[in-house]
C-alpha cells in the first residue's frame, strides 16, 4: 500500500464528517450484482459494488468507475434508487465510518465480473437470494425498492 493510499484510508476512519460514497445496483435481467468485500467497513459481507466519489465526479461516474474498477464490467446507469447512511461505531460507541450513500441503478448487459480492487468475489443473485446472503439490512432494502422500480412499482 502507497502512503497516498494509506493516508486516504486512515482519513476515512473517525471522520470530521461523512465521506459521500456511491453504491451501484447493477441488474442482468432479473439478477443483481453483489460483491465480496475486502476491506473494512463490513469486509468479507456481501454488498453492492461502490466506494467513495471523487472530486469533479456525478454520482453516475462514480458507479461507472468503482464497477469497472471491483468488477471490470461496464455499467450504463439509470436512476438514484435512495440515499443512505452508512455507519460504524467502534467497541467505545464513537463512529469509526460514516458514509452518505447515493444508490444508483444501473444496467448491465453483457461481461464475466473479474475481481479486484475491494472485491474479493462476486455473484449475479436474485432479489431473494440477495436477502439470504446480504447481512446489513439497507442493502436489502436498497435491492428491493430499486426490483420494484425496474418492475414499474
Do not use: K, N
Request: with cysteine; proline share 5%.
Amino acid at each position: 500500500m502507497s502512503a497516498t493510499e494509506h493516508a486516504d484510508r486512515t482519513a476515512r476512519e473517525y471522520p470530521d464528517r461523512p465521506w459521500v460514497g456511491v453504491g451501484a445496483v447493477v441488474w442482468r435481467g432479473d439478477r443483481v450484482l453483489l460483491i465480496r468485500r475486502g476491506r473494512p467497513p463490513r469486509m468479507g459481507q456481501w454488498s453492492l459494488p461502490g466506494g467513495a466519489q471523487s472530486v469533479g465526479e456525478t454520482v453516475f461516474e462514480t458507479a461507472v468507475r468503482e464497477v469497472l474498477e471491483e468488477t471490470g464490467l461496464h455499467v450504463v446507469p439509470t436512476e438514484v434508487v435512495t440515499v443512505v447512511d452508512a455507519m460504524t461505531l467502534d467497541d467505545a460507541g464513537a463512529v469509526q465510518y460514516h458514509y452518505t450513500i447515493v444508490e444508483v441503478a444501473a444496467d448491465c448487459p453483457e461481461g464475466e465480473a473479474v475481481c479486484a480492487d475491494d472485491a474479493l468475489e462476486a455473484v449475479w443473485a436474485t432479489v431473494e437470494e440477495a436477502a439470504e446472503l446480504t447481512e446489513w439490512d439497507e442493502t436489502e432494502r436498497v435491492i428491493r425498492l430499486s426490483a420494484s422500480r425496474r418492475a414499474g412499482g
